[in-house]
Nanobody
Framework: QVQLVESGGGLVQSGGSLRLSCAYS????????MGWYRQTPGKQRELVAS???????NYRDSVKGRFTISRDNAKNTVYLQMNSLKPEDTAVYYC??????????????WGQGTQVTVSS
């Protein structure tokens, strides 16, 4: 059974920091293919950070220089360090495979996400 458990969200003031964690199991996904998504009401889920097939990282322009994705292979855990947070970063954050097609063919499993709220 696929399990994706995100944690670490909360309420923070603009300019603050949070560190999100995602522990996952029961999937064939490699930790090297994982990424972080976020979603706000009425909008599509968007990929904000991920590892690339070449072993590097990729970030959405709006979070470059502020967010850092990292991983602990031994713990099957992916992290997202978020600094200099802005109100527009407010969203529910999820982790999953960086490729939407792969998510679908694996059964379209998603965790409960973790809410990040940034006050101005």
């Amino acid at each position: 059974q696929v399990q994706l458990v995100e944690s670490g969200g909360g309420l923070v003031q603009s300019g603050g920091s949070l560190r999100l964690s995602c522990a996952y199991s029961g999937t064939i996904f490699s930790i090297n293919d994982m990424g972080w998504y976020r979603q706000t009401p009425g909008k599509q889920r968007e990929l904000v950070a991920s590892f690339t097939s070449g072993g590097n990282t990729n970030y959405r322009d709006s979070v470059k220089g502020r967010f850092t994705i990292s991983r602990d292979n031994a713990k099957n855990t992916v992290y997202l360090q978020m600094n200099s947070l802005k109100p527009e970063d407010t969203a529910v954050y999820y982790c999953n495979h960086r490729n939407a097609y792969m998510i679908i063919i694996a059964g379209n499993y998603w965790g409960q996400g973790t809410q990040v709220t940034v006050s101005s």
